[in-house]
């Protein structure tokens, strides 16, 4: 795709004039700046006391204006350390659920003919439409009578049961582009269909395995509405609702309401910085399949 | 048993058109427990769920918390009664006031920045990393960034409309019944714009640059080039970009407008949704005490709500558009 683009880019490069090179630049920037600015703007504030960011919102914290009070105040008064790691521990579950429960969905359904293939596929992929909430009455009368209320156990399920059609849907896509020869080679060896799927099929889509992942995570970890319904305990916080508690506490501490979203923000952007190539390739491929 | 299974290969091969590839023929336990656990799982947390949603919504609840049949009942109250058909219709409008924002700025935006990025501008990658930074926050943390922005307190928006000379139109937004929808509606927009921007800078990037030489071979410029070739060839991803709109509209709205606004959707229910209303009616609200059977039934038409969608998308638009294959 790299290519292709940079084909195009040189030609287009060549075609236009400058003045549309120029305008073109002012709208992307323009709005690239109107995108960021009010995340720099949180994160810069975070920095500063009460003075600075009330008579200098603008400005870049300075010596006198400069402050890690906020940050002090949400590391003692919240419980962010019990917040993030119940964030990590549901969000990091949920990907291994999905990608391996729907990986091993999508290779029986790429990989082998029987009745109920096709309907059984359609059924899988329903819920790209249908959003999982709608059924949340029943999920809490369901976590109820389970006894997982209050648990990350509950939140666990309910977003492996939300993120697998998409993950179902684009792997199922993806391993049917797969090559046959490479997997009748491994049953010539006598190869167990597990085996097959685990030592062959899975090293082959390790790529798209990593683009469903990043693709499903940022749901689960931004999630409010599941937190809120199902685990909404101090023990099972999780960070998006002990943000949004918090600042509901806190509303009059403007340093620590800065400090505790930047808290929420910083990681997101930090792996955002580490995976985005891999996260637009997978938009993008999944558009142009999609 | 294998001379079947090779009787059965044979006539599954012969049964396919000879592009697509052959698969290999069924039976056996391994795909069972290949496929088991995923509708498993999938069943008992999605499917489920959504059918015992729609049963709820067809009984009424007693005081002894025993339940009996309603029929309709629920529906008609909801669509009905006074007190609750005030709600739900607003609701229910202010959604589509959503839905409509959305589709004119969020989605020509997105447009817009997909067909400059297609140009393949210098740091065209850069800009488009920064334009989705927003799209991967928290619904929650990004409402409540706008929130201070906004607020009267800290001035930000007003030294900023006063450094371009127009102070005068600032006011507190959020907090006004006229414009706190609008607002939460942009606030939303900025948010998202990244997701139609990507799908539609990929249905751009997947069209063939013969097909684009072809045209300025026949002389046209560029704008000509946008209006007649490529803008035809992505309509079947706008259309996908549409639906996805409308679906997001009656799930996402919830996170922002409970952050900013309330479960009563201030100021006095101007920013009320159906997810709000559903969680309310759920759960209970001040003197309101909570409601199974009438959550289930403001679920249930939400359901139906994005089935009429869906339906209308897949006959109307989809089967009219020609999909352009590589």
Not at chain 1, 128 to 139: C, E, K, Q, S, W
Not at chain 1, 253 to 269: C, Y
Not at chain 2, 2 to 9: F, P
Not at chain 2, 19 to 43: D, E, N, Q, S
């Amino acid at each position: 795709m790299t290519n292709i683009a940079s084909t195009g880019r040189a030609r287009a490069g060549r075609a236009r004039g400058l003045s549309t090179k120029a305008a073109v630049h002012t709208v992307l920037l323009g709005y690239t700046i109107i995108a960021i600015f009010p995340v720099i703007l949180v994160i810069l504030n975070s920095f500063k006391n009460r003075r600075g960011i009330f008579s200098d919102p603008l400005g870049l914290p300075r010596g006198e204006t400069f402050s890690m009070e906020g940050y002090a105040t949400v590391l003692t008064q919240g419980d962010f350390a019990t917040y993030f790691a119940n964030s990590i521990i549901v969000t990091v579950s949920a990907l291994f659920l999905i990608l391996l429960l729907g990986a091993m969905a999508a290779h029986a359904l790429a990989e082998y003919r029987f009745r109920l293939n096709t309907l059984l596929g359609i059924y899988l992929i329903l819920g790209i439409m249908v959003p999982i909430r709608l059924g949340t009455v029943a999920i809490l009368e369901l976590m109820v009578d389970l006894n997982l209320v209050n648990t990350l156990l509950a939140l666990i399920l309910v977003y492996t049961a939300q993120g697998l059609p998409v993950a179902v849907f684009i792997l199922t896509e993806f391993m049917r582009t797969l090559s046959r020869d490479i997997k009748d080679c491994a049953r010539v060896d006598g190869l167990s269909e597990y085996r097959i799927f685990f030592e062959v099929v899975v090293p082959l889509i390790r790529p798209v395995l990593a683009t469903v992942a990043v693709f499903s995570m940022i749901p689960i970890w931004n999630d409010l509405w599941f937190p809120l319904i199902l685990a909404s305990g101090d023990a099972t916080k999780t960070v998006t609702l002990g943000v949004q508690q918090f600042i509901g506490q806190y509303t009059v501490n403007w340093s620590a309401v800065l400090a505790s979203l930047s808290i929420a923000i910083l990681p997101v952007l930090g792996l955002y910085a580490l995976f985005s190539r891999q996260l637009i390739a997978g938009i993008t491929s999944g558009a142009v399949k999609g | 048993m294998s001379e079947a299974t090779t009787e059965q290969e044979k006539t599954a091969r012969e049964a396919k058109p000879p592009k697509r590839r052959k698969r290999r023929v069924g039976g056996g336990w391994h795909i069972f427990v290949f496929i088991a656990p995923a509708v498993l799982i999938y069943t008992i947390f999605s499917i489920y769920p959504l059918v015992e949603s729609l049963r709820l919504s067809l009984f009424d609840g007693l005081d002894d918390g025993s339940a009996v049949w309603n029929g309709l009942g629920n529906y008609v109250t909801l669509l009905f009664n006074p007190t609750w058909a005030t709600q739900f219709w607003n609701a229910l409008w202010n959604n589509l006031i959503l839905f409509f924002i959305h589709m004119v700025v969020q989605n020509p935006i997105g447009l817009l920045l997909a067909a400059l990025l297609s140009l393949a501008p210098r740091f065209g990658s850069t800009y488009r990393t920064l334009i989705f930074i927003p799209t991967l926050l928290s619904v929650v943390v990004v409402g409540f960034i706008w929130e201070l922005i906004l607020s009267p307190l800290w001035g930000v928006s007003e030294t900023l409309l006063g450094a371009v000379g127009l102070a005068w139109l600032y006011q507190p937004w959020l907090g006004l019944e006229s414009t706190a929808l609008t607002t939460v509606s942009l606030i939303s927009v900025w948010q998202y714009v990244g997701i139609p921007m990507m799908l539609i800078y990929a249905a751009l990037l997947s069209i063939p640059d013969e097909l684009i030489d072809a045209a300025r071979v026949d002389g046209l410029n560029g704008w000509w080039i946008f209006w007649k070739v490529k803008l035809p060839l992505i309509l079947p991803t706008l259309g996908i970009v549409a639906i996805l709109t409308y679906i997001g509209n009656f799930t996402a709205s919830f996170d922002l407008i409970y952050s900013i606004q309330g479960a009563l959707g201030a100021p006095n229910y101007s920013t009320d949704v159906m997810g709000t209303l559903l969680f309310r009616t759920f759960f209970g609200q001040q003197l309101q005490i909570g409601d199974i059977h009438m959550g289930a039934t403001i679920a249930s038409m939400m359901f139906f709500i994005i089935l009429i969608g869906v339906t209308i998308y897949l006959v109307l638009v989809q089967r009219r558009l020609q999909r352009y294959e590589m």
